[in-house]
Each structure stands twice: as structure tokens, then as C-alpha cells.
């Protein structure tokens, strides 16, 4: 895993605020059934713990949201919302295959010219965002806003069996900003294992198979799972190898950790993640039953849920984590400030 | 724990989520299936298993089952 420390390159980095945003349709496990998925409803919160999924509207796609979600953060963030040097969009669920999605975004927030791209980590995007935002900032940026954003539901095959009942549509984002040394981002690591990028994917509409009447009739463009207790396993056995790789660095174990945020797969893999980690579940904050699995946004909309609802206190260590398709995984340790606590309170709640 | 202790807590939880035929026939356990028994097997018998440790071949009868948790706990 490759870990940057922003302290070890003479500066510190912050977040100012966050946002959120999830649409407003709610759809339920009975929905789903009335839509043809192959489970009950019963079925579906004992495989996954999930009640609840927010999906977007016709009319709506991911830049949507993640306008929402940068719209929000930016409105808290006071002078540094017109010093935003860079914008970093991860999604794997783009409006369009080009241009990027952080283009759609720019334009929607009003952001005069400044860089900004898409970048795709699955579900560990929010935190290669971060990365990619933390470094910004530790390099010269004055702010960078970081957005995971993901519309899963658009690649949704409700007949199947293994994924139907697991994805939302959501949006998290999060401004970064300079800060004093070792203060905030403490330290952040990702890390991929290519050999796993047929597990969770997409098989067409890329540049591999086409889109054509046929693979949507077969619906080849959906979302494929393979080997599900392979999937499940190694989620949780990736996102503990990137936490504790993390936790090392840092010379920290799990018992120096108030909160984890980990990605909201599924709750049999929050549950596990925490036996494992000799956590109690009451320091892991979970969402999952009514916002489902939204895919590279799940840790965002997670960290913004509880800072605005004060789970979160100023000096609590938070420990953010990730593993998704690819396979990708992510983990940073971050130190909760009164200004962050203060600028989320800022903005509307979602 | 002895052999016939070991198969019969893993019949009960295999029939939890499978009704096989004899020791040999296929379990049929869609994925979300052997999560939720690699789960209870773990609780029953105080293991921990890994990705590596979760096969068809393992998974893929009443038999085969039992001797791999056999295997760890004897």
C-alpha cells in the first residue's frame, strides 16, 4: 500500500467541510420485489442488512448529485469556496463516457477554470479522492474539493439474484484545505490487486464489448458479481490488510480508534470487519439499511451523516475505509477539528 | 470434539440453508448462502477462515464440508 503522510512532506491537511446529497426516491425491499427481483424482502435484509435504498429519478444522473454534494460543502466553506484551486470527481457511473463527469460538475457549481477529473476506484473512490485531493493541497492548492458520486441503480440487474437488493444512488463531498502540522489527514493509503477486476464488473458498453441490442437484451451492461463468498472474504480481509497497514505506519492499532467509517457493502461485512478488528459496533458508524451500498460515496455520505448528527467529536480519531471492484481499497486516518464541526452544522441537512 | 459431534453441528447448520440427499450430493448453496455458513460455522466452532479457505470443492457437499472443518478442528 502506498501511504502519504502529509506531515512528512512539511505540511498538514484539512477538511473544512463536507455535503451530501441522496435523491429523493426511496425505494424498499417490497419495491424491489414488485419489480421482479428473486428474493423477498425478508430475504434481502438477512443477506444484506439493507431496508431502505435511495434511487435517482429519470431526469437525473450522477453529475446531479454530485452537484448537490459540492454545492453543499462549497456553501460552508466561506472564502476558500473562491480560492478552489481543484476539483476531483470519483464516480464508476459517469452521465457520459466522455466527457467526465467533473466537467458536468464544474459547470454546474459556476467554478471559474481550474482543473478537474473523474477518476474510478469502485468502491474505494471517495478515498482515492481524498488521496488525490490531500496531495493537491500538500503541493500548493489553496482547496480542493474531492466528490464521490455514484448511480448505481442505472446498472442494475433487478433479476439478479446476488446484487439486486444491494446498490443506492448517492453523493458525498469533502473541501480540503491546508492546515497545521499533524492536525486533520494524518495519513491515507490505497492500494489495488488488478487480479481481482473481473470479480465485480461491468462487462459491456466499454470499449471491450460494445454496446449493442444484444448485450443490453441480455443485459450484459449490468452489474456482474462473481464468486460471492470470494468477494465477501476478501472484501473484508482487504479493507483489515489496508487498515492495519495504515495503523502500522502510524505506529496505532484499532483500540487507538473512536470511529470507523467503513465502505457500507453489506452489514454481514461491517459486522465481520468489526469482530475482526476487536471493535465494538458501537464505534462503527453504519447506514447501510437505509441508504444501501452507494458504491464509491458510501464513506462520504457515511462521514457527513455523523459529523452533522455530532456523532463525531473534535479530537476523535476517525478511521475512513474502503475496498471495492478491482480490487481497490483505501484507509486514512483522520483527527476531527471544532471548524469542521462548525462548517458541517453550516449547511441544510440532506 | 469427536468426528460424529463435528458432522452433526455441521449438518444442523448446512440444513439451515440445504436439505442434501446423502453426505456426497451437491449442496447447491447459492454465494450469499455459504457467507451466511461460513458465518455459523465460524461462531459454532470458534474458526476464522479466509478467502482461500472458502472452495466449491469445500462447500460443494455435506461431506466434503465436514471433513474440511474436521480438518481444523481435530
Known amino acids: 500500500m502506498k501511504i502519504f503522510k502529509p506531515a512528512e512532506f512539511g505540511c498538514g491537511v484539512r477538511i473544512v467541510t463536507t455535503g451530501a446529497y441522496l435523491p429523493e426516491r426511496v425505494v424498499s425491499n417490497a419495491d424491489l420485489v414488485a419489480m421482479g427481483a428473486p428474493l423477498d424482502a425478508e430475504e434481502m435484509v438477512r443477506l444484506s442488512g439493507i431496508k431502505f435504498r435511495r434511487w435517482v429519478a429519470e431526469n437525473q444522473a450522477t453529475s446531479d448529485l454530485a452537484i448537490a454534494a459540492g454545492r453543499q460543502a462549497l456553501a460552508c466553506a466561506g472564502d476558500l469556496a473562491v480560492s478552489l484551486d481543484r476539483l476531483v470527481v470519483a464516480t464508476v457511473s459517469s452521465d457520459y463516457s466522455s466527457p467526465s463527469t467533473a466537467c458536468l460538475v464544474h459547470a454546474g457549481l459556476g467554478l471559474p477554470r481550474l482543473p478537474v477529473f473523474d477518476l474510478t476506484a469502485s468502491c474505494a473512490g471517495f478515498l482515492y479522492a481524498l488521496d488525490a485531493a490531500a496531495r493537491a493541497v500538500a503541493t500548493g492548492d489553496r482547496a480542493v474539493l474531492a466528490i464521490a458520486a455514484d448511480v448505481r441503480s442505472r446498472y442494475l440487474d433487478v433479476t439478479d439474484r446476488a446484487t439486486c437488493a444491494l446498490f443506492g444512488d448517492g453523493a458525498g463531498a469533502a473541501l480540503l484545505a491546508p492546515a497545521p502540522l499533524n492536525q486533520g489527514l494524518i495519513a491515507i493509503g490505497l492500494s489495488a490487486d488488478g487480479t481481482g477486476a473481473h470479480s465485480i464488473y461491468v462487462p459491456a458498453g466499454g470499449s471491450r464489448e460494445a454496446a449493442s441490442p444484444e448485450t443490453v437484451a441480455t443485459r450484459r451492461h449490468c452489474i456482474r458479481m462473481q464468486d460471492g463468498p470470494q468477494i465477501y472474504l476478501s472484501a473484508v480481509e482487504g479493507m483489515l490488510l489496508a487498515a492495519r497497514e495504515l495503523l502500522d505506519s502510524v505506529s496505532l492499532t484499532f483500540n487507538d480508534i473512536d470511529w470507523l467509517i467503513p465502505h457500507q457493502a453489506n452489514m454481514h461485512i461491517l459486522k465481520r470487519i468489526a469482530w475482526k478488528a476487536g471493535l465494538p459496533l458501537e464505534k462503527v458508524i453504519c447506514n447501510i439499511e437505509t441508504v444501501g451500498n452507494i458504491s464509491g460515496a458510501t464513506v462520504a455520505v457515511a462521514m457527513d451523516e455523523a459529523l452533522r448528527a455530532k456523532r463525531l467529536k473534535a479530537g476523535d480519531r476517525v478511521l475512513l475505509l474502503a475496498a471495492g471492484a478491482g480490487y481497490t481499497a483505501g484507509a486514512a486516518l483522520y483527527v476531527v477539528d471544532e471548524d469542521l464541526l462548525a462548517n458541517v452544522g453550516c449547511g441544510a441537512n440532506i | ?74
Do not use: H, N, Q
Request: charged content about 25%.
Open chain 2, 1 to 74: 470434539m469427536t468426528w460424529d459431534e463435528c458432522y452433526r453441528s455441521v449438518r444442523e447448520l448446512v440444513l439451515d440453508y440445504a436439505t442434501p440427499e446423502s453426505d456426497d450430493a451437491p449442496l447447491a448453496l447459492d454465494s450469499l448462502a455459504v457467507v451466511l455458513l461460513v458465518e455459523a460455522i465460524e461462531d459454532r466452532f470458534g474458526l476464522t477462515l479466509g478467502a482461500k479457505d472458502v472452495t466449491p470443492e469445500r462447500f460443494g457437499s455435506l461431506g466434503a464440508l465436514v471433513r474440511f472443518v474436521w480438518s481444523l478442528v481435530s
